[in-house]
């Protein structure tokens, strides 16, 4: 678990960083010309950047809050997160955003970052993925890759906490609460032998419930089991 | 019918009747089974409000939750308790009752004798960490130790299945310490009526 948690400190004091070289890299690529393919992509993500005078302004004026640096930085917290939850940052996305198909000074547009996940998840690596991944390991000297480890489980449905034995499937817990929330909750009433019809309210507090007890009876047992292993 | 220590195994083994984690076979004894204090607290304090309003004329003006606070304790770190303090804790075990068997929960001897109180039953079919609704009848403060066995549970078998899901309840696998839903009992709406007749209200 530490080892995770230090690879987060030190990814977020380098965001800034990764930021800049992908954001650097990407305008004198452009202005040295890419392949169309390459290009085309680029604009997909960052529509602006097909104004050839937006270039030359974003190359004069780097700034950590101007928006194509924003939007590099987003597209990189989500590639982050993926590694521990996979799609689910883009069930909350579309949640919140309604799936927003149009970006902002601060965000690239909901549609556009499901489908660079998605593309990472699916290992359809373009430009742009590739941009990063090569930046992320030259930077950080690690990569991006899936530190959730998939255990099987029916327990949520049975209300019942998940039995976690490894830290890595701490994070799996996360990607199984959201499973069982965009499930079928009749299905999930009939494995709990839950008669009343229930609503998202109920639904919502059994997942977070049961994902906070997992957690937490992981961090118990593991103290428990490693103090009585040295016999105190 | 008390089910023995052979019983309550059985149980356990088949899975119908969970308690996650167990630290200690130990503390299964001959008829009852030990809890251990949980990690959170819901203490009551002196808040803006005169009292703490029961009552069927309890609007949400005087939320009940206003007059408790919640804190958290790590595993083996301690909590203090002050005399005639009521606490809202709960058990470090979630568990999972047979739609068969219903608990009833004590104090442990070695902590009734230092003043302190708990009574409650547990529904057959519940699941949910234990709550716990602590009173320091002793005079004096009382520090108690986060994971420490506290309360006992016996369990009794019923001769009929009794589902807990029949119906819309107030707390659903519950793992930290709930303020009482005493607001949402269906009788107060009755008991207004009754109430607003008899004083003449008529809005």
């Known amino acids: ?232 | 019918m008390t089910l023995s220590k052979d019983q309550i195994l059985e149980r356990i083994k088949a899975r119908e009747l969970c308690i996650s984690p167990l630290l200690e076979e130990s503390q299964i004894g001959d008829m009852a089974i030990d809890f251990r204090l949980g990690t959170d607290f819901l203490v009551t304090i002196h808040s803006s409000n005169p009292f703490i309003d029961a009552s069927l004329n309890n609007d949400d003006r005087f939320p009940i939750k206003s007059s408790f606070q919640e804190t958290r304790r790590k595993l083996g770190e301690t909590f203090l308790f002050h005399p005639n303090q009521t606490v809202l804790a709960s058990s470090l075990e979630y568990i999972k009752l047979p739609k068969n068997v219903y608990a009833e929960l004590s104090m442990r001897s070695s902590y009734l004798r230092l003043g302190l109180s708990v009574s409650a039953i547990i529904q057959p079919g519940y699941c949910g960490c234990i709550s716990m609704e602590l009173t320091n009848m002793n005079k004096v403060p009382l520090n108690l130790t986060v994971g420490a066995a506290m309360i006992q549970g016996r369990f009794f078998t019923l001769t009929k299945d009794s589902n807990y899901f029949f119906k819309k309840r107030k707390y659903m696998c519950q793992v930290r310490p709930v303020i009482s839903a005493v607001a949402g009992d269906g009788d107060f709406k009755y008991l207004r009526e009754i109430w607003k007749k008899n004083n003449y209200i008529t809005e």
């Not at chain 1, 579309?94 to 990472?120: A, C, K, L, M, W």
């Not at chain 1, 530190?147 to 996360?174: C, G, I």
């Not at chain 1, 999930?188 to 419930?209: P, R, W």
């Open chain 1, 1 to 232: 678990m530490l080892f995770y948690i230090m690879n987060l400190g030190i990814l977020s004091k380098k965001k800034h960083a990764i930021t800049r070289v992908v954001y650097e890299e990407i305008i004198n690529q452009l202005k040295a010309g890419l392949p169309d393919p390459d290009k085309n992509e680029l604009f997909k993500y960052f529509p602006y950047l097909a104004v050839p005078q937006h270039i030359d302004d974003l190359e004069k004026n780097y700034d950590p809050y101007n928006i194509f640096a924003l939007h590099i930085t987003e597209y990189f917290c989500d590639l982050f997160a993926s590694q521990y939850i996979h799609d689910c940052s883009n069930s909350y996305l579309e949640y919140i955003t309604q799936n927003q198909g149009v970006f902002t000074d601060t965000h690239p547009s909901t549609v556009n970052r499901v489908i660079f996940i998605n593309d990472h998840l699916e290992k359809k690596d373009g430009y742009l993925l590739k941009k990063y991944k090569v930046v992320i390991k030259g930077i950080t000297k690690l990569d991006i890759e899936k530190r959730a480890k998939d255990f099987t489980s029916n327990n949520f449905e049975n209300l019942l906490p998940a039995e976690v034995t490894d830290p890595q499937q701490l994070h799996s817990l996360f990607i199984y609460g959201w499973k069982v929330w965009l499930g079928n909750w009749e299905t999930l009433a009939q494995m709990a032998g839950i008669e009343f019809k229930m609503n998202s309210f109920n639904v919502y507090g059994i997942v977070n419930n049961l994902i906070e007890k997992s957690i937490g009876n992981y961090i118990i047992l593991k103290e428990w089991n490693e103090v009585k292993s040295q016999k105190v």
